[in-house]
Each structure stands twice: as C-alpha cells, then as structure tokens.
C-alpha cells in the first residue's frame, strides 16, 4: 500500500498554516476520502464540511493543490503523489476553520432576489408544459449550490464586491426563473442595478469548476445580459419609455 | 454553569430536509412563528440524495392509476404492518401534494402532451414516480427551500439538537450546540416537528451521510415517545460495490425502471430463479415481457428486477453467498445491454440517467451506457422510528410532532421506492400543520433550566476528558458500525443478535470514556462524540425489535425463523424507555382495518 503526503491548511480567521500529514492510498480513494482518515486517526478535531460523497450536496468544497474542487469526486489517481497535496479553503469566503468557510452571505444573497411567480395554471387545475421548455431550465436547476463558481469569480475574489454583485452561481438562479415557463415576474431592473450583471466580464472562471457541467457564461449570464440590454439600452425602447412617461 | 442564547418560536422544526422543509412552510402558513434548525447547511440534506421519483397516482401515465391502487401497493410492500391511516392518506394526499410543488417552481420531466411524466418502479403497478431524471430529490429539496426562505421561516443552520425539554408530560423545548462556535443554544417551542431522517451511520456500508445518526429517534425516545418497528431497516439492493472509497452509495433502481437487469457471474438473469407467491400474478413470465413492461406496454407484467427492494437485496446475497457474485462481491447491473434494443442507446441511457453515468465514470471508471455495473445491498433507510397518530403526526408525547424517516407507520415492513418523497410532502406539510394547532391551542409549557443546564454539563464531558483518555469518539463510531453490519444486518440470527447488545453495552460504557482534542469551535471529533449517544440508542432499539419479531417479514430476514408467522403479521413491535431507564420491548396489535380499506386491498389481490 502506498501512502500519500497532505498539506491541509489548519487554523482559524486570526491564525492558521498548512501541516503536514500522510496517510494510507487504496484503489479508487478521493480527497475527501483521505481528509476522514486524517480526521480520524490524527486530527479528530479538523472542520470539514460534507454530507452525501457522491457529488450531489455540494458540502465538500476546497482548493486542491490550488484548483476549486468538490473533494468528494476528486480522486486521488488524478492527481500527482510524488508530491504533497495541498487542500485549503475556498478563499472568497470568510474561514471560519480550517476547511470550514463562512457561506452565509450566498444564503443572503439568494434571499433578495425575486422569487418565483407562476401564471394561473389550466382550467383543469393543471399545468402544461413542452419538455423542450423544461430542458433549458434544468440545466440550471442541476446546481448544487457548491459556490465553486463564487470561489472562482474575480469580482468576488479579488474585488469583494458582495454588495453590488451577486455571482455566478445567483445569475444562474436567476436565469432558471426567468427562462421558467411558468414564470411571469421581471428580474431586470435587479439584474442591471443591484444584482450587477454588468460587473461580469465573461472570463468563464466559472464555467470551468462547475462540477455540474452547466455552461453557466454561455446559457445564464449571456442570455441575461442580452435580456438586459434589449430592456434598457434598444433605442426603440427607450424611445418608448420616454413616451410614456 | 453553560452559558447559552435562547430563542422562542411557537413551532421548533429539528431537521431541513423534505419533511422539515414542508413542515416549516405549512406551519408558517398558518400564521405561527417557526424556527428550523439543521445540522448541515441549508438544501445539503439528505433528500438530495433521492434519484428515482415522487409517488403518486397522478395517472398521467396510466390512467389505471388512482389512489386505491398506490394504497393497496404500499400495504402489500409493506406485509400489512402499515398504519393503514397514513397509507390512505398518503395515497389520496400525495398528487396534490406534487402539484402543489409544480406551482412553487418544480420542473418535472414531462410527458408528450405536458403533463408531469411518471415512470416505474419496484412495487407499484403503474408508472407512478413523478421525476426529474434521476436527480428528483435535488429539485424537491431546492423547490422547497426557495420557496422557504420567502415564507418567514428562522432558519439556524450547523446547530444539533442534544435534548428535548419537557414541561410534565408535554413538550416545552430543546436544547442544542451551533457548530461553529460550539455554543448551547435554548429553543423554547409550544411544539416540536422532529424531521431528524433516518440511522443509516449504525452500519458500515450505507448511502447515507454524516447526519444519519437518528438523533431525532433517540431524542424523542429519551423524552419518553413510543418508537415503532425499529427492526425494519432497509438494505437498498444497488449500491456501489467497487472502489472501496465508495461502496455503499446508492445506485437508483431507475437504473432498473429503464430497462437495467441485474445478471450473476455466469450472465444468469437470477431475478427469475424466485419470486414471491403474493407477487407471481404480477410478474413477467419472460425476459421478453419484461422488456417490454418497462418500455411502457401496458398489457406485459413488470420483471422480477422489479420486486420489492427487500427481496431483491436478498436474492443478491444468496447469489454472493452461494459463489456466483462480481468480482468485488457483488453482482452486475447491466443497462448497457438495452443497446440491443434502442436506437442512440448510449444518448438514451445519458438523458435519463445522468447522476449516475456521471457517478460511475467519474468514481469508478466505468462507462455504464458500455458496460455493467457493479452492485450489491446498502442500508438505506429506516421504515422504523417514532410511533405517531396517522392523522395529526403527534407522538405519545403531547407537542413532540415527526414526519418523514424518522416518524414510523407509513411503509410497515418494507418501504416501497418513490414513496418516500411522497411521504415527506404529505406528512411534512400535516406535522406542520397540527404542531402549529398545538401551539395555538396550547401556548407554551414552562422549560426547566435544570434540565437544560444538566445537559449542557454532560456535553462538554469529553473536553474534560481530552485525549488522555485514551480513545477518540471515531474508532467507537467505526467498532459499532461494523458490529451492526455484521450481527443485526440482512440476515438475523437471535445467538448473534444477543452477541450484539453485549457489544452494544461495552461500546456504551467506551463511548462514556471518549475524549477529544481542541475546543469548541467546529469541532467534528466533538460532535462525533455527541453522536454517539443516538447510534447506541436506536442500535440497540432496532437489536432487540428484530430479536422480539421471531419471524421473516418485509425488511427483517431471520435465517432462524425464515417464514412468516401469522401472529407476528398481526402486531407492531414497540420500544420505549422504561422507569429505570432500561430499553422496554412490546407487542402492540395492529387496530383493524376499515371495511372499506379492507375491501380494497381484496379487491386488489
């Protein structure tokens, strides 16, 4: 049996560094998988986060040797263990401890966006709907809400601009009620002010870690974009709104 | 003395899945306060792990279906143990409940002409499982938390629940830690809804996550509430087998619904070497009937693959037992072959099983639209737990509500797939319901600091222990969880279930002496620690109601009583805690059936 070296980032907001550990590899291990060993045989008190271990929760993100990851799906085949591996906390968020981050301001965000507001249903009581329809607004609703797209994104990493911006992972929320079929609400003003779609400049960082493999830049934001600037920036529509007032 | 905050809220929901999600919204509805505490983040729950389906007889699919057949499946599935009330009221309630989802944003696969699309299951007679291709329980517990979070709810997120707190015999509170700051926490409620899932963490391979380890079960039992049918553990037929990183997850019977067989090391289709004399009728005759089932010929019978998740599991351990398993002790479940039969099978097998085309490449190396899988039993579900009157949702204890998983009655014996999500729309939303009639009717009790403070004291004990004790909590976790798959796992025998609580009194006295490092910030070792206590508690619950039922029914296999005995099939077995504190065993008869319901369950054969 072989063993694998880590290098788990330990400690708190005030103080922390990376330590060492090693432990045993067997066929087919992930990360998370060698992170509950090293719990249980010599750092029972290590903060991890998980829950299901098969990619669905969302629970066990980290950076592994620098790249957003869930750790749960992330095996230890694909990795190079001839040298330690690294696993530290998302870094966007605030740590709580050691690979436990402060994920409450995602929860506040969601709270303030528009929620869903379905059309009457049919006269039978029913809804109808084409599962072509469906089809695009699942894409969306596959997400697991592991914030590997907030970890990722320059706005919120290096700008911190939590106050004005949203996030990859709430324009693809909003994106699955504007595209709903049974949806009648209007998110735009939002999406344009408070929500800054606009501070997004279409690097893809979140694309690339979605371990759902939604084209979050290409079939959320894109569309969203566009949808706002048909709103306010069409000079036929701006025409009309000057009218009207 | 422990300090601790305190918060007040007419109705406490203990848990965040479906259940307690449902149960939050209804009594917030209502116009009562409504605080929900979780051990994990919002929408991480154990519902998200559900694959294949809702449960309901919409008859969008089969306009055979309608709520006296899915009541008459759920009673045959369940060996007639079920509480027959909330059997009926699942049935008629369920539909409603599904549509009532639709309209807060659920996006179900549909049918050609709109309509929520339904597909087969093991155990239902019709195309009954409203789905999201195999990621149902995801949108289900996402539908219910956006639609929660606008409805008023106080939602605590990474708190666990230590202790109920009662005023005489009436629930007043409970007492609990948040994990990140390891500080005590006093809940006063005018009712609780106990919505804790299932135990699954007593065993060493199962599907479930850290947060099974029936807190919600041992809560209510030390707060003095009835528990039921505690020998009723599900062992779901498919889980992974292979690598050993991952055996236990749950491979969904969908797998099976479209068409997937399950063949032992000779290519041999087992499923048809047995099948139970109450479900012959209802079985295919041959391999070509069965394909055909699954493709939606209504005049063909369902495959044997089909059968309840009991029997099936069984069947694959006698074919492991008996040499004619996988190479990793398993056997194969092979949907790649349905190529034989479908244009694009590949894309096909893609689009309507996508979590675990993704699951098996991406942790087994295994392209299962090419190849077979390997499977074998997992434990999955508790049909068990706390004894509940079918309409309301109360316990034995006046104020202490539980629905979903932790709240038994609902699948007697053996729980049929699908009906799970149905049951915890169903009695989610009626737990929310009457608890937040309890509060208004009630108003608060008066909560015993004593008590409160006494259980605090007793939670930091392994700090005071630290690690000169000798032992950590996860070695004692780990010794019980392989003890229980061992001596109280598919198959039963009474000399090694009387091995078991032995082994379960000396893990008792360890898990007294465990201590752990650091303090009280995020402390997974100490909340391990803490565990414990509810692991022993329903280990030894669901010991001595398999030792007491001397019989073979639904979930319980005993290789020493391997057949149904009539009497057995007339009773519910009931745990409670006795004056002593000792764990008390009983026989409770099952109240009669109506004539009505009794009429339709002949009618149905």
């Known amino acids: 049996m072989t063993q694998a070296a880590f290098k788990i980032w330990r400690g708190d907001a005030q103080d922390g560094g990376f330590k060492d550990y090693s432990t045993t590899v067997t066929e087919g291990m992930v990360v998370l998988d060698a992170l509950h060993q090293i719990q249980a045989d010599s750092a029972n008190d290590m903060a991890i986060r998980w829950n299901c271990k098969a990619g669905r929760c969302g629970s066990c993100s980290a950076e592994v040797n620098g790249s957003p990851r869930l750790t749960c799906m992330t095996r230890l085949s694909e990795l190079p263990l001839d040298e330690p591996v690294t696993v530290e906390p998302m870094k966007t968020?605030?740590?709580?401890?050691?690979?436990?981050?402060?994920?409450?301001?995602?929860?506040?965000?969601?709270?303030?966006?528009?929620?869903?507001?379905?059309?009457?249903?049919?006269?039978?009581?029913?809804?109808?709907?084409?599962?072509?329809?469906?089809?695009?607004?699942?894409?969306?609703?596959?997400?697991?809400?592991?914030?590997?797209?907030?970890?990722?994104?320059?706005?919120?990493?290096?700008?911190?601009?939590?106050?004005?911006?949203?996030?990859?992972?709430?324009?693809?929320?909003?994106?699955a009620l504007e595209m709903h079929p049974l949806d009648t609400e209007n998110r735009l003003e939002e999406l344009k002010r408070a929500e800054g779609i606009g501070l997004c400049n279409i690097t893809k960082c979140c694309t690339k870690v979605c371990p759902e493999d939604i084209k979050i830049t290409d079939n959320a934001i894109i569309p969203l974009k566009e949808r706002v600037v048909d709103q306010f920036y069409d000079p036929i529509r701006r025409l009309f709104r000057v009218l009207r007032k | 003395m422990a300090e601790y905050e305190t918060h007040e809220y007419d109705v406490l929901v203990i848990g965040a899945g479906g259940a307690g999600l449902r149960a939050a919204i209804e009594a917030a509805a209502s116009g009562v306060s409504v605080g929900m505490v979780c051990k994990s983040l919002l929408g991480k729950a154990h519902t998200v792990m559900a694959e294949g389906g809702i449960a309901a007889a919409l008859a969008n699919v089969d306009d055979r279906d309608n709520w006296r057949v899915h009541f008459a499946d759920t009673l045959r599935g369940g060996q007639y143990l079920n509480n027959w009330r909330m059997a009926e009221l699942h049935a008629k309630?369920?539909?409603?409940?599904?549509?009532?989802?639709?309209?807060?944003?659920?996006?179900?696969?549909?049918?050609?002409?709109?309509?929520?699309?339904?597909r087969n299951f093991g155990g239902h007679r019709y195309p009954r499982l409203a789905h999201v291709g195999d990621r149902t329980g995801l949108e289900m517990i996402r539908t219910l938390q956006d639609h929660g979070i606008h409805q008023g709810i106080q939602v605590h997120m990474e708190r666990a629940i230590i202790a109920l707190l009662k005023d005489g015999e009436r629930i007043a509170g409970a007492l609990g830690y948040d994990r990140e700051r390891g500080r005590f926490r006093l809940f006063q409620a005018a009712a609780v809804v106990m919505a804790t899932g299932g135990i699954g963490r007593a065993y060493k391979i199962n599907s479930n996550s850290w947060e099974y380890t029936g807190d919600g079960d041992s809560?209510?039992?030390?707060?003095?509430?009835?528990?039921?049918?505690?020998?009723?553990?599900?062992?779901?037929?498919?889980?992974?087998?292979?690598?050993?990183?991952?055996?236990?997850?749950?491979?969904?019977?969908?797998?099976?619904?479209?068409?997937?067989?399950?063949?032992n090391k000779e290519g041999r289709r087992f499923m048809f070497d047995e099948i139970p004399d109450n479900y012959r009728s209802q079985t295919a005759e041959t391999e070509e009937e069965g394909w055909r089932y699954t493709q939606g010929d209504k005049s063909a019978r369902r495959p044997p693959e089909l059968l309840t998740r009991d029997h099936v599991a069984r069947c694959i351990v006698r074919e492991v037992r008996e040499g004619r398993g996988s190479p990793h002790g398993g056997v194969f479940l092979d949907i790649a072959w349905i190529k034989e039969r479908v244009p694009k099978a590949a894309e096909h097998i893609k689009r309507k099983l996508p979590s675990m085309y993704h699951q098996f490449k991406q942790l087994a190396d295994i392209d299962i639209t090419q190849h077979p899988m390997e499977v074998g039993p997992t434990t999955h579900y508790m049909m068990g737990g706390i004894k509940v009157d079918g309409d309301t949702q109360m316990s034995t204890v006046p104020g202490l509500f539980a629905a979903g998983e932790c709240a038994a009655g609902l699948h007697g014996a053996n729980r049929l797939g699908g009906n799970s999500l149905s049951d915890l729309l169903v009695f989610g939303k009626r737990a929310g319901r009457y608890a937040a009639e309890f509060a208004k009717e009630k108003g608060h009790g008066q909560i015993n600091t004593d008590e409160a403070e006494q259980a605090a004291r007793n939670a930091l004990e392994p700090f005071q222990r630290g690690t000169a004790a000798g032992e950590g909590p996860y070695q004692v976790q780990q010794d019980l969880q392989e003890m229980m798959q061992d001596l109280v796992g598919i198959v039963r025998r009474e000399d090694e279930m009387l091995r078991a609580l032995e082994g379960i009194s000396s893990l008792r006295e360890r898990a007294q002496r465990v201590g752990v490092p650091g303090n009280r910030e995020y402390n997974p070792g100490w909340h391990t620690a803490l565990d414990l206590e509810s692991l022993l508690t329903v280990s030894e619950a669901i010991t001595r109601a398999a030792l007491e039922r001397k019989e073979s029914r639904g979930a319980q296999f005993r290789d020493d009583y391997p057949n149904k005995d009539p009497v057995s099939g007339k009773i519910n077995i009931i745990i409670q805690k006795g004056p002593e504190g000792e764990m008390q065993v009983r026989r409770e008869p099952i109240p009669e059936m109506p004539a009505e319901l009794q009429g339709i369950i002949e009618e149905m054969g």
């Open chain 2, 93 to 118: 309630e369920a539909p409603a409940c599904v549509r009532e989802l639709e309209a807060w944003g659920a996006l179900f696969d549909r049918t050609e002409d709109g309509r929520i699309l339904q």
């Open chain 1, 93 to 175: 968020f605030p740590l709580i401890k050691d690979l436990v981050t402060d994920l409450s301001w995602n929860f506040e965000a969601k709270k303030r966006i528009k929620k869903f507001r379905p059309r009457p249903p049919d006269p039978d009581g029913r809804y109808r709907m084409a599962q072509d329809d469906v089809d695009r607004v699942q894409e969306f609703r596959k997400c697991i809400e592991c914030f590997l797209c907030q970890d990722v994104c320059h706005v919120l990493r290096e700008h911190h601009m939590e106050q004005e911006f949203i996030g990859p992972r709430f324009f693809v929320y909003v994106a």
């Open chain 2, 219 to 263: 809560l209510a039992y030390h707060a003095g509430a009835a528990l039921m049918d505690m020998e009723f553990v599900q062992f779901h037929p498919t889980g992974m087998v292979w690598p050993p990183g991952v055996r236990g997850i749950l491979v969904t019977e969908g797998v099976r619904g479209e068409g997937g067989i399950l063949t």
